[in-house]
């Protein structure tokens, strides 16, 4: 199985930007998709963002235009860059693998990284 590591988050003025990494402990050549979710207090974790093997995204609506998500293969890592951030951005960062073809299957989640966006 693999591990994930995120990193990057921090404090930062509304306005301002963030990149998130997730660094994967082995090849992310095979996953299917990579995701970023966020928790925010007291709310339910959330979808921002996917990419796939094939290299599709999607992206939640209240991201959209902010957020770019990327996936390097070679360097066993995915990104989340956070542009024009806003205080509802405020919530811990998750990255997630989800393998469903080939083996071993799994669904892997990171320990998370806060972002707090200060208005």
């Known amino acids: 199985q693999v591990q994930l590591v995120e990193s990057g988050g921090g404090l930062v003025q509304a306005g301002g930007s963030l990149r998130l990494s997730c660094a994967a402990s082995?090849?992310?050549?095979?996953?299917?998709?990579m995701a970023w979710y966020r928790q925010a207090p007291g709310k339910q974790r959330e979808l921002v963002a996917t990419?796939?093997?094939?290299?599709?995204?999607n992206y939640v609506e209240s991201v959209k235009g902010r957020f770019t998500i990327s996936r390097d293969n070679a360097n066993n890592t995915v990104y989340l860059q956070m542009d024009s951030l806003k205080p509802e951005d405020t919530a811990v960062y998750y990255c997630?693998?989800?393998?469903?073809?080939?083996?071993?299957?799994?669904?892997?989640w990171g320990q998370g990284t806060q972002v707090t966006v200060s208005s």
């Open positions: 997630n693998a989800k393998k469903i073809t080939g083996f071993p299957k799994y669904d892997i």
């Open positions: 082995r090849s992310i050549f095979s996953i299917n998709t």
């Open positions: 990419i796939t093997i094939g290299g599709s995204i």
